[in-house]
């Protein structure tokens, strides 16, 4: 499976970005894809992530402001509003092939990632 991002950016506080994953070799029927991010100095942290049911579930920073979608096996999207300092951070897709969706698996394939800056 591979995994490219795009659609990271510089946005002002209270601003909006749309981060999409195309995930290649998607052959499985019960797997996750899911958004992490790390920012600088700090350890890498689940977004948020939806399984092959259609199941989602956030991190509680992002609740409210943040909605993660796919609109097939292949591709995934996060939807960012009311963006902050704190989202600052490089942010990666992840695709785990099999069930449960949690962030604390450590058998996710990973994408190369892509910034969000955040400015206030």
Known sequence: VQLVESGGGSVESGGSLRLSCVVAGNTYNQYCVAWFRQATGRPREGVAIIGSDDVKRYDDSVKGRFTISKDSATRLYLEMNN????????????????WPCLFSYNDYFWGQGTQVTVSS
């Open 83 to 98: 963006l902050q300092s704190e989202d600052t951070a490089m942010y990666y897709c992840a695709f785990r092939a099999q």
